[in-house]
């Protein structure tokens, strides 16, 4: 790929926890996205776009390292990242970028590097080797919080509870947090990108990391109102969550272990047993979380036209992985279902053809660090599991292109545990997921796989795998997931060899001590 004349700016923009059906290019008909819809009608929109892990620190992984858990090996928020993987903050750096982050990456530091005092170990909210920082936010929020508190609110009692309705209620509600729209965590991001890019030239490579619209479940004014409980469209799942829970128990386990308080503060009891109201109430506010990341965007879009930079950027938007939004009578992010880890993808080239139609083929979160190569020029590295989407910009199709999206989880307790979610020890504490045009296999190391129909059965609700009728379908599928494991078996050293002559093939980089 031959496209650049001079180095473009770079913006990557991720976003946490945004389902993939929640945009109106994607034809969600209620949630308002203005401002993506518009970043799409000049690139190209990737319908079918997968993350590959979860929760934030595996799937962030999988994006920066181009690599499946199953070589990257992180596990769970807190695994740390071998520090011999290339990621694209590196890349970045080979490319002559500074690369700069705003907001987390959630990697945790390879310990191996660091002494034990070093308060680097001191949690997994590290930062991607490579990256220079320009604004952190971290879990605790501080940072924001000292914002917030230097516009005169009450910031005391700190993150998570700085969402709570600011009148103390304990229903599940649209009642407003303390903040306003113009005081977000987004905008206060946005903001502080917006200052640093105030002093930058030309050729300059930014990752913005937005926590929102992940929990917890808060939005102020005009957005806590703007949709309709009523009018949010329905669910996939279940008539009930007994009924959910006997599909498999590791959704039964789910059912019985989700708490309610984790996603809106204050609230007590387990998901579960929420009642439809309920449900309807929060999607409307994750809506309205969406539709306020959406406003940001167009602020920081029409920032880049007002300074000139807009026909120099390549943009950038997607999200770490997705939410279930009571599908299956649940909350959250993990798990097998397709709501959990169908996520947005937009790519803006300027240098590229504006207006295509969306890409229904399947691509994955592994995909993003050897398209950022292709954009950056540099040249391709065959030990990544991922695949560049650099053809599509121009309106092709690569050969040989996927025809599934692959899905990992680790439910692992930690170091020393087992699972909580069902009999397991730490090995076998994971699952792993081939889903295909019509048929979904969810394989679990330990515990009875799952075979689900999706023309007959959308919702993921009946469990083929034992019905004489799919057994042919169920092997092949089992056949296909041995098969893709096999081809993504670590690559960093067997493309290569030693011989008499030297070494021949290539050999992925080692990052400098």
């Known amino acids: ?30 949630v308002k996205t203005p401002n993506v819809d518009r970043l799409a009608g000049e690139g190209t929109v990737f319908l079918r776009h997968f993350a590959n892990a979860a929760p934030c620190a595996p799937a962030r992984a999988c994006i920066y390292t181009g690599l499946y858990q ?21 890349a970045a750096r080979r490319a002559g970028y500074d690369p700069t982050l705003f907001g987390y990456t959630d990697v945790a530091p390879d310990p191996r590097h660091h002494h034990t005092n070093d308060p680097a ?38 993150s998570p509870d700085i969402h709570r309705p600011a009148n103390g209620s304990k229903a599940i509600d649209a009642s407003s947090p303390v903040y306003s729209a113009d005081q977000t965590e987004t905008a206060y991001m946005t903001e502080s990108f917006m200052r640093w890019h105030g002093a ?43 009924s959910e829970a006997g599909v498999h128990p590791f959704v039964a386990a ?38 306020e990341v959406d406003a940001q965007l167009g602020r920081l879009f029409d920032h880049l036209k007002a300074t000139g930079q807009w026909d120099d950027t390549i943009v950038i938007l997607t999200s770490d992985h997705a939410e279930l939004m009571g599908d299956h009578h649940l909350l959250g992010k993990g798990g097998y279902f397709d709501g959990s880890y169908h996520v947005p993808l937009v790519i803006r080239d300027p240098r590229g053809k504006p207006g295509r139609a969306g890409v229904t083929r ?41 025809t599934e999206a692959h899905v990992e989880f680790d439910f692992r307790t930690g170091p020393g545990g087992s699972s909580k979610r069902m009999p397991a020890s730490q090995r076998t504490a ?35 795998s034992r019905h004489p009728d799919y057994r042919d379908i169920h092997v092949d599928m089992l056949e296909r997931l041995l098969s893709w494991r096999a081809a993504h078996l670590d690559q960093s050293l067997a493309l290569g060899e030693l011989t008499d002559e030297g070494p021949r093939g290539p050999f992925a980089p080692l990052p400098r001590q």
């Open 70 to 90: 199953t070589n990257n090996r992180v596990c769970r928020n807190g695994t740390p990242l071998d520090d011999r993987h290339d990621n694209i903050a590196r």
């Open 200 to 242: 930058q030239e030309a050729g300059w490579f930014a990752h913005l990391s937005f926590i929102r619209p992940h929990p917890p479940f808060a939005v102020p004014a005009p957005y806590d109102t703007m949709y309709d409980p009523a009018n949010c469209g329905s669910f996939a799942r279940a008539a009930d969550p007994a």
């Open 430 to 464: 994971n699952l792993a997921v081939l889903r295909g045009e019509r048929y979904k296999l969810v394989h679990f190391a330990a515990g009875p796989s799952l075979l689900f129909d999706l023309a007959t059965d959308p919702s993921e609700t009946v469990d083929r």
């Open 254 to 291: 789910e059912l019985d272990r989700t708490k309610t308080g984790k996603f809106l503060p204050g609230r007590k009891g387990k998901v579960h047993d929420l009642g439809e109201a309920d449900f309807r109430q929060i999607k409307a506010l994750y809506y309205g979380m969406i539709s």
């Open 362 to 402: 399947f691509t994955e979160a592994v995909d993003l660090f050897p398209t950022l190569l292709d954009l950056m020029d540099l040249p391709p590295q065959p030990w990544l599991d991922g695949r560049s989407l650099a053809p599509f910009l121009d309106g092709k199709l690569p050969d040989d292109w996927r």
């Open 121 to 158: 170990l001191k949690g997994y909210e590290g930062i991607l080797p490579g990256f220079s920082v320009g604004q952190l936010l971290p879990e605790h929020q501080r940072q924001w919080l000292a914002w917030l508190g230097a516009q005169g609110i009450d910031v005391s009692m700190g």
């Open 1 to 30: 790929m031959a496209r650049r004349k001079s180095r473009p700016n770079i913006l990557f923009i991720t976003c946490d926890q945004w389902r993939g059906d929640a945009l109106g290019i994607a034809g969600n008909n209620v």
